[in-house]
């Protein structure tokens, strides 16, 4: 036991700190959902510090950069950080393009690379074996939100509006392919530009068309503008949409009209599971309002030090063998692991409701 | 290389100034044998991209005196036209370079002629929106551009005796790449400065009036300057997007415009040597800032500022430049105002 | 709902953020008339109205004055006042030592001034989106199946109340005159004993001051604010102002509103992401073919 406490400190000795990394906007108009998610890992590891458990002498570091929303800054945190030895993972990136422009370089360096946000279902087909995420692909999310729209819902006829982005299109491109088949008439799919903010024209133009329920793939600053314009413009149709807008702050900019529209989330209810809720509350305390991938990027740097407690020493490679074990591992999301392209395994698509100014767990979305 | 050099050329100043020169360069060379650092040499790769399409900038901005807010659509067409020659017809790196060049510099011809009509602030104007046109068409037509995902290019690759070697994410062959065509850009500028464009430009810049009566075409030099400069910007966008083996339009807005004027700016507007401090300053010192990156766009925004009001003629420009910046009488501001004047009752 | 009741609510819609491009085109138009720069960074200034107008509404949150409307007077003071100051200041420290250079640099300062203060709005308050606070609860009149809500008249009529204000003062006060001659041309103005400096200073306090209220309008409509927002309202503003005739002030209100109408119509009939391409090619058409205006001639004025 002392013997391997005296290695451990030994292999610690040389560097007090381990370092995760975390690459994601921190300027510019993503900032908010790069700011969020490293908010939660910085959760994390605090937490992990505390209880010092992780490996003994050592403490845990969060090193941050910015990638600015842009590939080539992507591919330049990246080599930062992959030439920087005491980096065993990272956290990253937060948009598909840029986590694709960057996982070369950690493939090459042999960098664990967890992302919590980068939803493209490409990135994990390319074959990089150091790549993982914690967040369900768009190929999953869209279809089944489908499903609860046309089997649950009832809806006969559909409207599919997108946000233009990776995200966004995707999940709307995938709902409406099922939608189809599943017997629903998509009578339009418009793209709206993200920070944009007026979207009367095109909400008057589906108020005349007369649907059901309306789609939105995107996120939340743009679903709120649109469920509040709706509402003055009198449209009375459903919405739903993806976990873009599963976060408190839809509900606050949208007011009161997002009473009733539904989000689809990957996972179970957060708010259900304990520990989950231990995480709200402290994420709440800390920083105020919860983003709607802060649950992943926790989860994502939990995976990242349980692997570094499981590989005893401070080392890529055997940090990056002990993430690609994970199983069944206790997130706040559910219980985890990585399939063998790096997906996570948590395909749960669960439904919320708005209701009273809350989310209200519905159901599981596939029927 | 400041336009009070080209005299010295002449009378035989020029010796040291070749030497520096030349030490410069094998300094250059030299770096990668030295550092091995992927991120120093990933940095350098990226100043030498800049210094590339500061160079083009100058050629339309600094000698021709149109300011051009839209660069970055020169920029986007090079990597675009790149991307879209290998992503759907499988061309490899080192063919689509004249594609690159030549994409470019069509856009500047379009553009050019567009705007040559215009005076300063509506031009800039107008170079803006073009593009933001441009990014915007990017984004939006995403069957052909792959819109907000972009598209997946292959890295250059050599034919070696064993085979195929690509270069693949390793900073070290970019980086010789990239000062290669740095030094061409540079020496096709200097060739240009000293030539009779370069001369003309300047007296288009200087008094369009005066210039047509000596018999040169104002009109056709202004598009010329936007074709050279946007067929620099487009071998720029060529080695981008070769470097990063991706493209999407995120990385062609207005900001890497201004990023571009900035550095132009502060190293001295129609300044060679300027271009290159300026895309150095402007690309290492924001890495240096790292500990402070919020207030990294600060920077960009407060070059162009405290320029403007203490050194308009930038690090290198020359002395004539900041006269003609920050003139002592009001003459210059009248005669553009009734320039104006007689522009709008036409 | 019947095309003509679709098209009807187009046009109520377009009015309505018409009237804010409007004010924010008159912040633009009266700086160009009087000393021919494009204030760059009056967009910035414009998104600065909101975000002090949002501060002030959360210095007033939680009191007595919760949910009362007359929370928008401290607001609007606070907006104008303080949008019309940095104005001011902005001139002073960046555009008047440059007066007598050649526009390019001037511009130059312009398009730095507008950097730095969004990045500073973006340091100060964050880069998420904002909530800001609505009025009026939704509240609104039915004409059919057309609805104009509350908050739509509200915009309406307080526009048009500063436009009026505005005119007045333009035409009937001293100082308005003064601003005038100085726009006409400025070295008469000064040889009749205008003081110019003073009066340009008057000019960016006024047209960044209705910028800013502009900004409180904004986020009262939309109820979301992010310190990027600026940049692309003031470009469209810019084109508004060049459309009714760069320099003139009702040709800038009317652009406004024109411009509000055709972009609605555009992204309501045609596409919705297409949108800004629209308004930019209105631009570029506009700057190529009619600079002076389409409806009026600058200088004629």
């Keep these: 036991m002392l013997a391997t406490l005296a290695c451990a400190g030994a292999i610690c000795g040389q560097q007090r700190s381990v370092k995760i990394g975390f690459v994601g906007p921190l300027t510019g108009d993503q900032a908010s959902i790069g700011l969020d998610e490293l908010q939660a890992v910085h959760l994390a590891v605090d937490e992990a510090n505390r209880k010092g458990d992780v490996i003994p002498g050592c403490r845990l570091e969060v090193v941050a950069l910015d990638d600015q929303h842009t590939p080539a800054q992507a591919v330049a945190m990246a080599k930062r950080l992959a030439a920087d030895r005491a980096v065993i993972a990272v956290i990253g990136h937060v948009n598909s393009s840029c986590t694709l422009a960057a996982a070369p370089v950690y493939q090459r360096a042999r960098l664990v690379q967890i992302s919590p946000s980068s939803t493209n279902p490409e990135i994990s087909r390319k074959g990089f074996d150091t790549f993982f ?98 509402k003055g413009l009198g449209l009375k149709a459903k919405w739903l949409g993806p976990d873009g807008l599963y976060v408190p702050a839809f509900i606050d900019l949208a007011k009161d009209a997002a009473e009733g529209v539904c989000c689809t989330f990957v996972g179970a209810d957060v708010s259900g599971v304990d520990s989950a809720r231990e995480f709200l509350n402290a994420y709440t305390k800390k920083y105020g309002t919860i983003g709607p991938f802060a649950p992943h990027a926790y989860d994502a740097a939990r995976i990242v030090i349980d692997a570094v407690r499981r590989a005893g020493k401070v080392d890529r490679k055997a940090v990056l063998e002990e993430v690609r074990r994970t199983n069944d591992f206790p997130g706040v999301l559910g219980r985890m692991g990585f399939d063998g392209n790096g997906d996570t395994t948590l395909r749960l698509i669960s439904v919320f409701e708005v209701r009273n100014g809350r989310f209200r767990y519905l159901g599981p979305a596939r029927q | ?275 290159l401090v300026g895309a150095a300053a402007l690309t290492i010192v924001p890495e240096l800032l790292r500990p402070v990156q919020e207030y990294r766009m600060f920077l960009f925004g407060a070059v162009l500022i405290v320029m403007m009001l203490f050194r308009p003629q930038g690090l290198l420009g020359g002395v004539r430049l900041a006269q003609e910046m920050r003139p002592e009488t009001e003459r210059v501001r009248q005669e553009e105002d009734e320039t104006l004047a007689e522009d709008v009752r036409t | 709902m019947t095309p003509l009741e679709a098209f009807c609510q187009q046009v109520i819609n377009g009015l309505a953020i018409g009237m804010i491009y409007a004010l924010i085109a008159l912040g633009y138009t009266m700086v160009y ?145 003064a601003l005038r001659a100085a726009s006409e041309d400025m070295v008469a103005a000064r040889l009749m004993g205008i003081n110019v400096d003073r009066v340009i200073s008057i000019c960016f306090f006024i047209g960044s001051g209705l910028g800013g209220a502009g900004g409180i309008l904004y986020g009262m409509y939309y109820n979301t604010i992010t310190f990027h927002d600026g940049y692309l309202a003031g470009i469209k503003a810019f084109t508004a102002a060049v459309l009714g005739g760069i320099g003139s002030l009702p040709g800038a209100m009317v652009g406004g509103i024109v411009l509000g109408m055709g972009e609605g119509m555009a992204a309501g009939y045609l596409s919705s992401e297409w949108k800004n391409v629209f308004t930019f090619a209105v631009l570029l058409v506009l700057l190529l073919c009619w600079p002076s205006g389409v409806l009026r001639k600058a200088r004629h004025e």
Excluded at chain 2, 53 to 78: D, E, M, P
Excluded at chain 2, 109 to 136: K, M, N, P, Q
Excluded at chain 2, 238 to 262: C, H, N, R, Y
Excluded at chain 3, 120 to 146: I, K, T, Y
């Design chain 1, 133 to 230: 995420r914690t967040c369900a692909t768009d190929d999953i999310q869209g279809p089944q939100a489908a499903e609860f729209a046309i089997r649950k819902l009832g809806a006969r006829k559909v409207c599919v509006i997108d946000d233009k982005t990776t995200y966004g299109k995707e999940i709307a491109d995938r709902f409406e392919v099922r939608a189809k088949e599943l017997g629903a008439s998509v009578l339009l799919h418009e793209s709206i530009v993200q920070g944009e903010k007026d979207f009367s024209p095109l909400l008057t133009r589906i108020k005349a068309l007369g649907p059901d329920l309306i789609f939105f793939g995107g996120m939340y600053p743009e679903g709120a503008l649109l469920v509040r314009q709706a």
């Design chain 2, 1 to 275: 290389m400041s336009s009070g050099d080209v005299e010295n050329l002449g009378t035989g100043r020029a010796g040291p100034l070749r030497a520096g020169w030349a030490a410069l360069c094998l300094l250059l060379l030299a770096i990668p044998l030295v550092d091995r650092n992927d991120y120093h040499l990933d940095t350098l790769v990226n100043t030498g991209i800049f210094a590339i399409l500061v160079l083009g900038l100058n050629v339309i901005t600094g000698w021709c005196g149109l300011l051009n807010l839209g660069h970055s659509a020169f920029f986007a067409a090079g990597a675009y036209a790149y991307a879209l020659l290998n992503a759907r017809l499988g061309l490899p790196f080192w063919v689509c370079l004249p594609a690159s060049t030549a994409a470019a510099a069509l856009l500047g011809l379009a553009i050019g002629s567009c705007v040559f009509r215009l005076r300063g602030d509506y031009l800039a104007l107008v170079t803006l929106g073009c593009g933001e046109i441009v990014r915007i068409a990017l984004t939006n037509l995403d069957r052909v551009t792959g819109g907000p995902n972009g598209l997946i290019v292959a890295h250059p690759a050599v034919a070696v005796p064993w085979g195929r070697w690509e270069f693949g994410i390793r900073s070290v062959p970019y980086y010789y790449l990239t000062l290669a065509a740095v030094w061409l850009t540079v020496s096709i500028s200097a060739r240009l400065e000293r030539s009779g464009f370069g001369r003309a430009w300047t007296a288009v810049k200087e008094d369009e009036v005066a210039a047509s009566c000596t018999g040169i075409n104002a009109a056709s030099l202004k598009v010329l300057a936007f074709v050279i400069g946007a067929a620099m910007a487009g071998l720029a966008g060529w080695l981008f997007a070769g470097k990063q083996g991706f493209v999407s339009p995120e990385s062609f807005d207005f900001v890497t415009s201004i990023m571009v004027v900035s550095m132009l700016v502060l190293g001295g507007l129609g300044s060679i040597g300027g271009a």
């Design chain 3, 33 to 177: 008339g009087v000393i021919q720069l494009i204030n760059f960074a009056h967009g910035e200034v414009f998104m600065m109205g909101a975000f002090l107008g949002l501060t002030v509404f959360g210095a007033f949150a939680g009191g007595a004055w919760q949910g009362n409307s007359l929370v928008l007077a401290p607001m609007f003071i606070a907006g104008m006042a303080g949008c019309g100051a940095l104005g001011v200041a902005m001139e002073r420290v960046a555009y008047r030592p440059l007066r007598a250079s050649p526009r390019l640099a001037v511009l130059i300062t312009a398009i730095g001034a507008s950097f730095i203060l969004q990045n500073l709005m973006m340091f100060v308050w964050g880069p998420c989106d904002r909530s800001f606070p609505g009025f009026f609860s939704g509240a609104g009149l039915d004409l059919g199946v057309v609805r104009v809500t509350a908050m739509q008249g509200f915009i309406i009529a307080s526009s048009v109340a500063m436009m009026v204000g505005l005119q007045v003062f333009v035409t009937r006060t001293m100082t308005g005159k």
